[in-house]
Nanobody
Framework: QVQLVESGGGLVQAGGSLRLSCAASGRTFSSYALGWFRQAPGKEREGVSCISRFGIINYADSVKGRFTISRDNAKNTVYLQMNSLKPEDTAVYYC????????????????WGNGTLVTISS
């Protein structure tokens, strides 16, 4: 059974950086789009970024210029490099397998990870 396992979350001061990783099992990793989502306390889950099987990338406006998504198909891993972090970036971050990156919304997610908590202190 395919699973997605996130890691790399933690507590960082505002202005700092974190790199999240999401490791996937299964041999079809390279065939899918992969996305990062986040859910802050009391808020709905929102799309952060997506990278397609062809390397096409989309970002939410709130993270453009600060976050970078990448994937290593040889390692079955997708990354989210987060720089210039702000307190409003505090959330549980989830990676997900998607049908495409035509949208960063969750409407075409077919597999979720369990999430990793990112806390940014002011």
């Amino acid at each position: 059974q395919v699973q997605l396992v996130e890691s790399g979350g933690g507590l960082v001061q505002a202005g700092g950086s974190l790199r999240l990783s999401c490791a996937a099992s299964g041999r079809t990793f390279s065939s899918y789009a992969l996305g990062w989502f986040r859910q802050a306390p009391g808020k709905e889950r929102e799309g952060v970024s997506c990278i397609s099987r062809f390397g096409i990338i989309n970002y939410a406006d709130s993270v453009k210029g600060r976050f970078t998504i990448s994937r290593d198909n040889a390692k079955n891993t997708v990354y989210l490099q987060m720089n210039s972090l702000k307190p409003e970036d505090t959330a549980v971050y989830y990676c997900a397998r998607k049908a495409s990156c035509s949208t960063i919304a969750s409407s075409d997610v077919n597999l979720w990870g369990n999430g990793t908590l990112v806390t940014i202190s002011s």
